[in-house]
């Protein structure tokens, strides 16, 4: 590894977090304008244009609060889990792709800041830490509803953990690699992988639902019964440490969609054709050059579909009311579990058969 | 000999397992923990509280508490007038502050043997129908709220918000309204009030549509509503509960049509009745019982139309007079002067007048000696009914169904604490 691949890597890093909280920002105006749309409110509106500068508003407010802890809890964990909450997210974003590989001076740099064989392992390995900062937080905090909060959370998380890993399996049966750039080619040269697998895709999508604890899922918050759960005793930075976390996991589950299921950051099968022409117009000569300009087009579709699935996912939760803790279980052991187990099976005839005869 | 730290926590433990403080202090560490939901909760809505011990969701025991909104109510009737007692009527269900007034109005009349006019009658109902709905909105909303769906309670907010601005444009308050006054109203309806009602008749309908579209066949409302809180025929009778709650398991009983007050003999509705008793019938209930008040509503304001008679009911006992009359004629100031300072003379009796609320059958009793006061005044209130065959109800249920049912009670604390 040389100089220019360590100094890309740590522009990436930087340029993610800087992309993700301002889109994390955006995301929740956009969450408050779309509900406010949906129920026939107007939301936020005073500050900036479109009360765009709201979470900044918020923001400011956040830092200024004092920072509470309550007596009785465990501070050590009370503390380490706001930070966790936010990291874990983060982590998982690592290893996803968002374009292909950039040149730069001869250099192949990768759109992603850590190029595993095994990409999407780790951030399966990641989401399912996403389960201990919930569970560390309701613990620590020493209160009742907290502790149930946090109970909910534990065996919800785990239940949709399998069954989205055994969609996730049945999708790496059909594309028959771990690298997800490899995922995104096979997708753009045949078709979307919701199309071979839509069992996959649903599940996983509704997985995804109750892993972020996103409204027809969201028990362990469950503001009605349980008060606000997990982070019921966090104030200030650390309620919006926990606020921002769920924003982070579904910017990441909405890449992780798109990337699976929606062809990632080819727009649209065959459309990279297109996207050649249109850099083909500005006549340049260099191929790198126009390969850099064609991955342009590649980060562009790839945040179109993550806007499409963040609006997806605040257009379902203000739509459904919240299930009930032990249907959500059922649901997902008795229904999700056995019909994501055939469908390992039913793909692994598929693709044996069709598609690598 | 000194103890040692050791012995003395030993010690501490063997006594207070003994004592009755030692199922507290280990509540955290034991599974039967003991939960708090209220008297501030998100769900209550109101000040009450429910004691539950839990093991894990499932609620095995509960104790209720109630009395947090207690402002005696019932005593301060017997120091104060006839009159003054009216703003405390807004207070009890402060949802549908109008039957309240009105139903008091009502039982003060029938002590005093008077008969209301025709215009003032049809006043009268409006208003008992536009607070049913509005009632049954805030019921629903808030129980689909409590359940996650918050779409529904904005969606429905709003058109309880045109409801109080029509009850604005009557009697110039929205919440509390002290608008009826024995013998008559406190001021005529203005004339916008046919238009914006015949506008509300048309367009609240179709939210109602709406929210049914959202909700009636959604998977996952009927799935955390249907069975849930079930409350047999024999029950309901049984823990005298009334209105919403009694027909939604089965009896068919309104006071409406079998106790026929007012006109309600002679205006066209039905009486909504559901089988099952749970919280989806609940739900279904009160649906189609702002329905059927919209039927009502519209045959009321045809009818009010037509009977330009005078608002107030000829009787010098308990007229009050135009405040420009007051200013300009000395024997009416001075009957005006009377009426508020001393109080109507109430003959020496006593009467019980129920109307159907939004939640039940509201009633007050008052026994009268005579002078301006009542000596006794009780008031029936739903919620308190209701409120008490919750306690059995919610045992062996999950939290998340406990809140749904407390919500399909529509358990109001002011009018429960009275």
Redesign the interface.
Known sequence: MDLINIVATLIKIILLFAISLTAVAFCTWLERRG?AW????RGPCRVGPFGLLQPVADGIKFFFKESFVPEKSNKFFYLAAPILTLTIPFLAMVSIPFAENLYILNHEIPMRIARFDSGILLVIAFTGLEVYPVMIGGWAS?N??SV?GS??AASQMIAYEISMGLALLSMILVYGTFDMNEMVRFQEKWMWGCFINPIAALIFWFSIFAETNR??C??PE??????AGYHLEYGAMKFALFFMSEYVAMIMASALIATLFFGGYSLLPGFSLVEKGIVALFSIRSEIVNHNLFIIFQLLSIFLKIAFFMFVFIWVR??????????LMDLGWKILFPLALANVLLMGIVSYFFIYR | MKKTIKETIKETIKESKNSVDYKNITDFYNPNILINIGPSHPATHGTLRLMCQLNGEVIEDTKFEIGYLHRGKEKLGEVKTYHQWFVYTDRLNYCSALINNIAYAMTVENLLEISITARCMWIRMICMELSRIIDHIICVAINALDMGALTIFWHLYRWREEAYTMIEGMCGMRLTTTYARIGGMFYDVPEDLHDNLKKFCERFPKALDEMETLLTTNRIWIDRTKGVGRLSKEDAIKYSTSGPVLRASGVDFDLRRDRPYYAYADIDFDVVVANNGDVYDRYLVRTEEMRQSIRILKQCSKHLQSANGPLWVDDRRVFIPDKIDVYTKMEVMIHHFKIFMEGIDVPPGENYTAVEGPNGEVGFYIVSRGGPKAWRLRIKAPSFLHFQMMENTIKGVKIPDAISILGSLNIIAGELDR
Do not use: H, M, Y
Not at chain 1, 222 to 227: M, P
Not at chain 1, 318 to 327: A, G, I, Y
């Open positions: 509900a949906i129920q026939g409110r020493n009742k509803f149930l109970l909910r409204l027809p969201d028990i469950g503001e009605s019964e349980i008060v203000w739509t459904l009311p919240r299930f009930r803790f032990d249907q």
